[in-house]
C-alpha cells in the first residue's frame, strides 16, 4: 500500500458560546482536517485543533507544517506508523498538534486495512462504559453556578469546573456551584496552569471541603520541578495535563513522583503512536488516567474514545467539547446518550467521516 494523495481542510467551527479559561477565551474551534489516501482507494481521516496558548501552534500554521509533511509522506507506506511518526519528527520538531491529525489518519487506515475496528486494532476491548464529563467555562461565581444548574438540567452527571485565573476567587466559585448542585455530584476542577506555587497550595487546600475528585495542572508547566511538592501536600489528587505531553514527559514527571494522574491527549503526544507509550508507562507506575481533547469534533473524539478502550487505567474521560458546536460535521463516530454515557463505533478503522457538503466549503489544498 502507497499515499498517492493527502488533502487538508482549515476548519472553523463556531462555538455555541464562548469558551473560557484562564489561557483565554475562544468563540471558534479552529481546526485542520487531513484525509491521506492510498492507492488500494482506501482514505483514513485525522483532525487536530491547536491552541497557541498551549501547542505555540494555528489553525494556520498546521495548515502550512501539514503540507511539508504531506510532500514528505507522500508516496510511503501508511502501514509503518513508525516509520511515518520518524518521518515527521526528523522533518520538524514540536508540533504535536498537527502531527496528531496525520498519526490518527494513518491509525484509520491500518485498522481499516485489517478490517477492524480502531480499538480492536489497538489491542483494546469494547468493554466498559465511557461517560463524559461535561465543562463549566471560568465566569462569575453566580454563573458558573448556573451553568452547572443547567448541566444537570440535561443529564450529564459529571461537572468539570475551569479555573485558574484567582485562587481566592475560585474557591468562592466552587463554593456557590457547591451550593447550587449539592455534594454528591461528582466535581472536577482544572486551573489550567493559572496558579502561582504558593496560589495553589492555598486554593487546593482551601478546595478541599468541597470534595473534588482531581485537580488538572494547578501551576505553569515550566515550573513542573515544583510539582511534586504541591502534589504531596495537596488534599485533592493532582493530574499533569499540559506538563504531560509525550512518554519523555510522562517518564520524568513518574521519576520525580510529581503527580498520581494523567491527562492524555492526542493533540499534545503527536498521535496515537506516542500516547500508547503514555499509557505503557502510566499501567506500569500504576497512574491513573483522564482520556481528553482540545476542541476537536466528534471525529477527533472517536479517536481519543478508541484509544480510551486499550487500558484499564483510563477511568475519567472528558469528551464533551463537540457539544459545544454550532454545527456538526461528522458522519459516523460517537454517539452521546442520556447521562453523558458515549458509545463508539464498531465499523473498520476509526468508524467517522467528514461530510461531503461541510468539505465544500472550506480551504483546502491537495498534495499529490
Same mark, same amino acid.
Given at each position: /500500500?502507497? !499515499?498517492?494523495?493527502?488533502?487538508?481542510?482549515?476548519?472553523?467551527? *463556531?462555538?455555541?458560546?464562548?469558551?473560557? !479559561?484562564?489561557?483565554?477565551?475562544?468563540?471558534?474551534?479552529?481546526?485542520?482536517?487531513?484525509?491521506?489516501?492510498?492507492?488500494?482507494?482506501?482514505?483514513?481521516?485525522?483532525?487536530?485543533?491547536?491552541?497557541?496558548? &498551549?501547542?505555540?501552534?494555528?489553525?494556520?500554521?498546521?495548515?502550512?507544517?501539514?503540507?511539508? &509533511?504531506?510532500?514528505?509522506?507522500?508516496?510511503?507506506?501508511?502501514?509503518? !506508523?513508525?516509520?511515518?511518526?520518524?518521518?515527521?519528527?526528523?522533518?520538524?520538531?514540536?508540533?504535536?498538534?498537527?502531527?496528531?491529525?496525520?498519526?490518527?489518519?494513518?491509525?484509520?487506515?491500518?485498522?481499516?486495512?485489517?478490517?477492524?475496528p480502531l480499538y480492536q486494532f489497538l489491542n483494546?476491548?469494547?468493554?466498559?462504559?465511557?461517560?463524559?464529563?461535561?465543562?463549566?467555562?471560568?465566569?462569575?461565581?453566580?454563573?458558573?453556578? +448556573?451553568?452547572?444548574?443547567?448541566?444537570?438540567?440535561?443529564?450529564?452527571?459529571?461537572?468539570?469546573?475551569?479555573?485558574?485565573?484567582?485562587?481566592?476567587k475560585d474557591v468562592e466559585r466552587i463554593r *456557590?456551584?457547591?451550593?447550587?448542585?449539592? /455534594?454528591?455530584?461528582?466535581?472536577?476542577?482544572?486551573?489550567?496552569?493559572?496558579?502561582?506555587?504558593?496560589?495553589?497550595?492555598?486554593?487546593?487546600?482551601?478546595?478541599?471541603?468541597? *470534595?473534588?475528585?482531581?485537580?488538572?495542572?494547578?501551576?505553569?508547566?515550566?515550573?513542573?520541578?515544583?510539582?511534586? +511538592?504541591?502534589?504531596?501536600?495537596?488534599?485533592?489528587?493532582?493530574?499533569?495535563?499540559?506538563?504531560?505531553?509525550?512518554?519523555?514527559?510522562?517518564?520524568?514527571? &513518574?521519576?520525580?513522583?510529581?503527580?498520581?494522574?494523567?491527562?492524555?491527549?492526542?493533540?499534545?503526544?503527536?498521535?496515537?503512536?506516542?500516547?500508547?507509550?503514555?499509557?505503557?508507562?502510566?499501567?506500569?507506575?500504576?497512574? *491513573?488516567?483522564? /482520556?481528553?481533547?482540545?476542541? +476537536?469534533?466528534?471525529?477527533?473524539?472517536?479517536?481519543?474514545?478508541?484509544?480510551?478502550?486499550?487500558?484499564?487505567?483510563?477511568?475519567?474521560?472528558?469528551?464533551?467539547?463537540?457539544?459545544?458546536?454550532?454545527?456538526?460535521?461528522?458522519?459516523?463516530? &460517537?454517539?452521546?446518550?442520556?447521562?453523558?454515557?458515549?458509545?463508539i463505533p464498531d465499523t473498520p478503522g476509526l468508524?467517522?467521516?467528514?461530510? +461531503?457538503?461541510?468539505?465544500?466549503?472550506?480551504?483546502?489544498?491537495?498534495?499529490?
Amino acid at each position: /500500500m502507497e !499515499i498517492s494523495k493527502i488533502e487538508l481542510f482549515k476548519s472553523p467551527i *463556531k462555538l455555541q458560546k464562548p469558551f473560557i !479559561i484562564s489561557l483565554g477565551q475562544f468563540t471558534h474551534a479552529e481546526n485542520m482536517l487531513v484525509r491521506i489516501h492510498t492507492d488500494t482507494g482506501l482514505a483514513g481521516w485525522g483532525e487536530c485543533s491547536p491552541f497557541m496558548s &498551549i501547542h505555540g501552534e494555528s489553525m494556520d500554521t498546521c495548515f502550512v507544517v501539514g503540507q511539508y &509533511i504531506a510532500r514528505n509522506l507522500l508516496h510511503k507506506d501508511p502501514l509503518q !506508523i513508525e516509520t511515518c511518526s520518524e518521518i515527521m519528527d526528523k522533518l520538524i520538531y514540536g508540533n504535536s498538534s498537527v502531527k496528531s491529525a496525520f498519526d490518527m489518519a494513518l491509525y484509520d487506515l491500518a485498522a481499516q486495512d485489517a478490517g477492524v475496528p480502531l480499538y480492536q486494532f489497538l489491542n483494546g476491548k469494547n468493554n466498559k462504559v465511557l461517560q463524559t464529563d461535561y465543562t463549566i467555562s471560568v465566569g462569575s461565581a453566580e454563573q458558573m453556578a +448556573e451553568d452547572a444548574r443547567e448541566i444537570l438540567s440535561r443529564g450529564f452527571q459529571i461537572i468539570k469546573v475551569k479555573l485558574g485565573d484567582d485562587g481566592v476567587k475560585d474557591v468562592e466559585r466552587i463554593r *456557590k456551584v457547591r451550593e447550587t448542585i449539592g /455534594m454528591e455530584v461528582p466535581l472536577r476542577i482544572d486551573a489550567n496552569q493559572g496558579w502561582a506555587v504558593d496560589e495553589a497550595r492555598i486554593a487546593l487546600k482551601a478546595l478541599s471541603p468541597f *470534595k473534588i475528585e482531581h485537580c488538572e495542572e494547578p501551576i505553569p508547566k515550566w515550573n513542573f520541578m515544583r510539582l511534586p +511538592e504541591i502534589s504531596l501536600n495537596s488534599p485533592i489528587p493532582i493530574m499533569a495535563d499540559e506538563s504531560c505531553c509525550d512518554h519523555h514527559d510522562a517518564e520524568r514527571l &513518574i521519576a520525580l513522583n510529581a503527580c498520581t494522574m494523567f491527562n492524555v491527549k492526542l493533540g499534545k503526544s503527536s498521535g496515537i503512536f506516542k500516547a500508547l507509550k503514555i499509557i505503557q508507562l502510566a499501567e506500569k507506575a500504576d497512574i *491513573k488516567m483522564q /482520556m481528553g481533547g482540545f476542541l +476537536e469534533s466528534r471525529l477527533g473524539f472517536t479517536a481519543a474514545a478508541h484509544l480510551a478502550l486499550t487500558s484499564e487505567k483510563i477511568v475519567y474521560f472528558d469528551f464533551d467539547t463537540p457539544l459545544m458546536f454550532d454545527e456538526d460535521p461528522v458522519a459516523g463516530g &460517537i454517539a452521546y446518550h442520556k447521562n453523558g454515557i458515549i458509545s463508539i463505533p464498531d465499523t473498520p478503522g476509526l468508524g467517522a467521516t467528514i461530510h +461531503e457538503y461541510y468539505l465544500n466549503s472550506l480551504t483546502h489544498v491537495a498534495i499529490t
